[in-house]
């Protein structure tokens, strides 16, 4: 099974995947990767419900996108990543004809749905993750200090209840109000740069 790596760069997912562009030295693109393999093997996991096939797929992605990435304009990598990730195990599904059969989870859903603000073009030149970090910033403790262990963390709700001292319903709760707040806060941002 695959497990975070210690000592991983500090450079930005953008610089790594440049560098990697610029000069085609695969250590550079290894090194992205390589901070997101829990975040792959956890999504092949759910759509293939198989630790062997799961960790074949990322493997078999790596090889692939390690070969093609340089063709595709990418803003944020770990969007990116997740949007190709979950493309390519529904393309292998439809391929062998199995059933898709996904267990969608609250946090499943939950991330998606954060993701998607992170993915949407930024309105006249104000960058999406520079207002969701003034939206964070704005959003009460209970609701922020939940929203950072569920989502940028990527814990489970029992996990952040755990790391918060908050019972799992209230941590349900932060979390819903939490994003509902964050998506009108960078509308508003949005709008106010139209």
């Known amino acids: 099974m695959f497990s975070k790596q210690q000592n991983i760069p500090e450079d930005t997912d953008e610089e790594l995947l ?16 390589s901070r997101y393999i829990p975040l792959v093997y956890g999504l092949c996991l759910k759509y293939f419900r ?7 797929n990322v493997m078999q992605l790596f ?17 990116w990543l997740y949007s190709v990730a979950k493309n390519h195990c529904l ?12 267990d969608f989870n ?3 859903v939950e991330s998606d749905i954060v993701l998607h603000l992170l993915e949407e073009r930024p309105e006249k030149g104000e960058d999406k993750t520079e207002a969701l970090n003034r939206c964070m910033e704005q959003l009460p403790e209970p609701q922020r200090v939940s929203i950072q262990h ?8 029992a996990d952040v209840a755990d790391a918060t001292g908050y019972n799992l319903k209230s941590v349900k709760s932060y979390i819903q109000n939490g994003k509902r707040n964050l998506k009108i806060c960078i509308e ?5 740069f139209a």
């Open 18 to 33: 440049q560098r990697y562009v610029d000069t085609g030295c695969t250590e550079h693109f290894g090194t992205l990767y």
């Open 50 to 56: 198989d630790a062997d096939t799961a960790q074949d």
């Open 63 to 79: 090889e692939d996108l390690s070969k093609k990435i340089a063709g595709y304009e990418i803003k944020v990598f770990r969007t």
């Open 91 to 102: 393309q292998i599904l439809r391929k062998d004809k199995k059933e898709i059969a996904i």
């Open 106 to 108: 609250a946090q499943l």
């Open 150 to 157: 569920f989502f940028m963390e990527e814990k489970s709700y």
């Open 188 to 192: 508003k941002i949005a709008g106010g």
